[in-house]
């Protein structure tokens, strides 16, 4: 939250008209994304973008409060649910103003190492097998998998919303505060391709706001450019087998 107020004090220093509003959302926690909406649909307002942009890397293994893995809790699951939950307020927001609603999950390059069997669709919170690296690569497929089952999904409903993925590019943030050493010493032999902030948020805004891109849904952006995705993450019928299984494991999480 300090983190967010700072932000929005910089927003309004750039243009004091601006309203920024900060509410709290914890993505690891199903109670949580509930009550974040909750408050927000309380607010009245229009929906017009959503940028599924939270997340944490290369965690050890840990259960949240729910009993799911981390990395698979708070980068995938917690934005499925949100995304949902949020999606009739941005229908009727897109309906209402005739503009357009677009949805953009980061996801990372990452998705192309992960196990396997892309998702352990089987074995979600084993700790046996368990690695910090695949199961952040695992979370970033479902990123993919997600927004493609969605726009999908929202293209079968003739809905005028879109739904895209971004690789955003390596940029030094206190995503990486679980392996902060190993990424410095490899900052000094690949240098030339990390990005500051503002280059690291150039493909999220273009996919966002870019008038070019309308229709344009079920895509993968690199470097402000639609990029092939690995097999894994075009594989539709992986797409909807973790629909379902998110699904029913936040059905679970919620009646326990």
Same mark, same amino acid.
């Given at each position: 939250?300090?983190?967010?107020?700072?932000?929005?004090?910089?927003?309004?220093?750039?243009?004091?008209?601006?309203?920024?509003?900060?509410?709290?959302?914890?993505?690891?926690?199903? $109670?949580?994304?509930?009550?974040?909406?909750?408050?927000?649909?309380?607010?009245?307002?229009?929906?017009?973008?959503?940028?599924?942009?939270?997340?944490?890397?290369?965690?050890? #293994?840990?259960?949240?409060?729910?009993?799911?893995?981390?990395?698979?809790?708070?980068?995938?699951?917690?934005? #499925?649910?949100?995304?949902?939950?949020?999606?009739?307020?941005?229908?009727?927001?897109?309906?209402?103003?005739?503009?357009?609603?677009?949805?953009?999950?980061?996801?990372?390059?990452?998705?192309?190492?992960?196990?396997?069997?892309?998702?352990?669709?089987?074995?979600?919170?084993?700790?046996?097998?368990?690695?910090?690296? $695949?199961?952040? @690569?695992?979370?970033?497929?479902?990123?993919?998998?997600?927004?493609?089952?969605?726009?999908?999904?929202? $293209?079968?409903?003739?809905?005028?919303?879109?739904?895209?993925?971004?690789?955003?590019?390596?940029?030094?943030?206190?995503?990486?505060?679980?392996?902060?050493?190993?990424?410095?010493?490899?900052?000094?032999?690949?240098?030339?391709?990390?990005?500051?902030?503002?280059?690291?948020?150039?493909?999220?805004?273009?996919?966002?706001?870019?008038?070019?891109? $309308?229709?344009?849904?079920?895509?993968? #952006?690199?470097?402000?450019?639609?990029?092939?995705?690995?097999?894994?993450?075009?594989?539709?019928?992986? @797409?909807?087998?973790?629909?379902?299984?998110?699904?029913?494991?936040?059905?679970?999480?919620?009646?326990?």
């Amino acid at each position: 939250m300090e983190s967010a107020k700072e932000a929005k004090q910089i927003i309004l220093q750039d243009n004091e008209s601006a309203r920024v509003d900060i509410m709290k959302l914890d993505l690891c926690s199903v $109670k949580s994304v509930r009550s974040f909406v909750e408050n927000f649909l309380a607010l009245d307002l229009p929906l017009n973008i959503l940028i599924n942009n939270a997340g944490v890397m290369f965690c050890p #293994f840990q259960l949240t409060q729910d009993g799911i893995e981390m990395q698979f809790a708070t980068n995938h699951l917690g934005h #499925f649910l949100l995304t949902n939950l949020l999606l009739e307020k941005m229908k009727q927001t897109a309906k209402a103003t005739g503009i357009e609603g677009r949805i953009i999950n980061l996801s990372s390059i990452a998705h192309t190492y992960t196990y396997e069997e892309g998702i352990r669709l089987d074995n979600i919170n084993d700790q046996i097998g368990y690695s910090d690296k $695949k199961a952040y @690569g695992q979370s970033k497929l479902a990123n993919i998998l997600h927004a493609n089952e969605l726009s999908r999904r929202l $293209k079968e409903e003739g809905v005028n919303i879109t739904a895209n993925s971004v690789h955003p590019g390596v940029i030094m943030t206190p995503l990486m505060r679980h392996s902060s050493l190993l990424m410095n010493f490899l900052k000094m032999f690949t240098f030339y391709i990390w990005k500051n902030v503002p280059q690291g948020a150039a493909t999220t805004c273009y996919v966002a706001l870019h008038p070019s891109l $309308k229709g344009v849904t079920g895509k993968y #952006f690199l470097d402000c450019n639609e990029f092939q995705p690995s097999a894994f993450a075009s594989n539709g019928l992986l @797409g909807r087998k973790l629909w379902d299984f998110s699904n029913k494991l936040i059905n679970s999480i919620s009646k326990s």
